[in-house]
C-alpha cells in the first residue's frame, strides 16, 4: 500500500490491517511513501499482531506513519515496524507531538484517547537478554499491555520510532493509579 498523494489506508468501520507493506516497495525495505500510513477513525481497528505475518512495515511515509483520530477509540497497534516516517511513528490526529503525561491520565477528549507512555529510567543487555525498568501512572487499578522496540538510529523528534520489535509485558496499576 504505497506511493499515494494523501494516504495509505483510512478506515472508517471495525478494520483488521495485518501483514501490509505500508510506504514501502515490495521488497519492504525501499522507500515508496505515501502522505501518511494509516489513519484510524471511529470504530476500533486492530493494526498488526503477534502472530507470524500479521505486523506490518509502516515506513519511509512523508507524514506519521498511523494516525489515530481524537474522536475514535479501542484501536490495537500491536508489533508493527514502524520507522522513518516523516512525522511521529504513531500520533493523535493533530497533535502533531506527543500529548504529555498527566498524572492519574485524566484524558477528557473524545474517547478518553491519550494513554501516557512508560517512562524508561534503565535499560540493558546481558547475554542476549534485554532488561527494561520504568514507570507508566495511569488510571488507577487498570491492566496494559507495553510493547518495547528497537530503532536503528536514534528519530530526530526525540520521541521515537519502532522498527524492531523486541518484547512486551503487561503491567497492572495499583489502587492509586
Known amino acids: 500500500i504505497s506511493g499515494n498523494t494523501v494516504g495509505g489506508v483510512h478506515t472508517i468501520d471495525s478494520t483488521t490491517l495485518q501483514g ?3 510506504g514501502t516497495k515490495r521488497d519492504g525495505t525501499s522507500a515508496l511513501p505515501n502522505g501518511y500510513g ?9 493494526v498488526g499482531g ?3 505475518g500479521q505486523p506490518n512495515v509502516i515506513a519511509f511515509n512523508t507524514g506519521n506513519g ?3 483520530d481524537y474522536a475514535s477509540f479501542g484501536h490495537r497497534i500491536s ?3 514502524i520507522y522513518s516516517n516523516g512525522a511521529l511513528g ?5 497533535a502533531g507531538v506527543p500529548l504529555a503525561n498527566d498524572a492519574g491520565d485524566p484524558d477528557t477528549n473524545a474517547g478518553d484517547v491519550g494513554q501516557n507512555y512508560p517512562v524508561i529510567t ?3 543487555v546481558v547475554a542476549g537478554t534485554a532488561s527494561v525498568s520504568g514507570t507508566i501512572n495511569s488510571s488507577a487499578s487498570v491492566s496494559l499491555h507495553l510493547e518495547f522496540f528497537a530503532n536503528a538510529a536514534c528519530d530526530p523528534s526525540g520521541n521515537g520510532e519502532g522498527q ?3 518484547g512486551a509485558t503487561d503491567v497492572s496499576t495499583d489502587a492509586s493509579g
Do not use: D, E, R
Open 164 to 166: 524492531t520489535f523486541i
Open 20 to 22: 501490509n507493506l505500508i
Open 50 to 52: 503477534s502472530a507470524a
Open 90 to 94: 504513531i500520533t493523535l490526529t493533530g
Open 79 to 81: 508489533q508493527n515496524s
Open 122 to 124: 534503565s535499560a540493558s
Open 38 to 46: 494509516v489513519l484510524l477513525q471511529v470504530a476500533a481497528s486492530t
Open 66 to 68: 498511523v494516525n489515530v
